[in-house]
C-alpha cells in the first residue's frame, strides 16, 4: 500500500554526528544538455518503498549514470513513529519535500514520491517509465566542479542563446554527497526482518547561491565558492560515494555535475 501523509511537519533542526575528516580532492564537468534530476522520497519505515528504491538502482546503475541522469534518494523521518526509525531520515529532506509541495512541483506528500527536474512524476506506478526521459531537452550550459580540502569551487557557462533571457542571479548551487551499497536489517516496523539495499542514498546536502555573476558582452559566468559541511559519519561506511551538485533557476534544475570517488574509504583522511 502506499504511503500517504497529507498532515503538516513540524519544523525542526536535525542533527547528526559528524566527522572532522575531508574527502581526497574531486574534479568533474557537465556537458551542455540539460539532464535529469531524479528524487525519490522514501523511508525504511514504508512496506511499498522498497520496490521503488530497487528500481532507482536498477535504472540509473547504467553508463549515463553522472551525464544525463543523477539519482537521489532523500530518507524522510514523518514515518519513524511506526516503529523504526530511519538511519538515514533527516528532518530536512521531509522539509525539501514538503517545498516541492508549496512550490506547486507536487499535489501531494507521501512515500514513495518521484520529483523529476522539479515535476512530480507518478509513471514508477503505472509502468509508464520511458517517456518522460524521451523527451528533448534544451542545451543550457557548462558546470564545473572542483572540491578540496572541504572547499568548493564551481563555475557554470551558460549557452548565450539559451541565458539571454533568464535572470541568472536567482540560481543556487546545490551539493550532495551520496552514498550507495548499503544494507540495512530493519527489525521494527512495516519493513521488519527484512534486510533492505540502499543506493543513491543523500547524506548531507548544502545549498548557496552564486557568489558574482560575472557579465560579459555575450557570455555571462556564475561563480560559486563555498567551505563544506564536515563530512556525516554515514559516510565512513559507504561502499561507495559520490559528489553531485545541481543548478538551479527559480527552483528548478538546469545542470548539473558528478562521479564516484575511488576507494572512498582510503579517501576519508583525518584533518
Keep these: 500500500m502506499k504511503c500517504i501523509l497529507l498532515v503538516g511537519l513540524l519544523w525542526l533542526q536535525f542533527w547528526q554526528p559528524v566527522l572532522a575528516q575531508s574527502l581526497t580532492p574531486f574534479q568533474a564537468q557537465s556537458a551542455v544538455t540539460r539532464p535529469y534530476i531524479i528524487e525519490l522520497y522514501t523511508s525504511q519505515g514504508c512496506s511499498s518503498c522498497p520496490p521503488a528504491e530497487a528500481w532507482l538502482s536498477e535504472q540509473f546503475n547504467k553508463t549515463d549514470l553522472w ?89 557554470f557557462e551558460p549557452q548565450p542563446t539559451w541565458a539571454q533571457d533568464k535572470d541568472l542571479h536567482r540560481t543556487r548551487l546545490h551539493l550532495a554527497l551520496v552514498g550507495s551499497g548499503f544494507t540495512t536489517e530493519i527489525k521494527r516496523g512495516e519493513n521488519r526482518h527484512r534486510l533492505l539495499p540502499h543506493d543513491f542514498v543523500v547524506l548531507s546536502l548544502q545549498s548557496l547561491p552564486a557568489r558574482s555573476v560575472l557579465e560579459h558582452a555575450k557570455d555571462p559566468t556564475l561563480q560559486f565558492t563555498q567551505s563544506l559541511d564536515a563530512i556525516p559519519a554515514s559516510a565512513f561506511s559507504a561502499p561507495r560515494l559520490a559528489w553531485v551538485a545541481w543548478l538551479t533557476l527559480n527552483e528548478e534544475p538546469i545542470q548539473a555535475v558528478g562521479g564516484w570517488l575511488e576507494a572512498p574509504h582510503d579517501e576519508i583522511q583525518s584533518q
Design 67 to 155: 551525464h544525463k541522469y543523477f539519482p537521489l534518494a532523500f530518507h524522510v523521518t514523518y514515518w519513524d513513529y511506526l516503529g523504526w526509525k530511519d538511519i538515514f531520515g533527516q528532518r530536512a529532506f521531509s522539509e525539501r519535500q514538503y517545498q516541492h509541495l508549496n512550490q506547486k512541483h507536487t499535489r501531494q506528500v507521501y512515500t514513495p514520491q518521484f520529483v523529476i527536474n522539479a515535476k512530480e512524476w507518478r509513471g514508477w506506478f503505472s509502468g509508464e517509465l520511458d517517456g518522460i526521459f524521451a523527451l528533448p531537452q534544451p542545451e543550457v550550459g557548462m558546470l564545473k566542479l572542483s572540491i578540496a580540502n572541504q572547499q568548493l569551487e564551481a563555475s
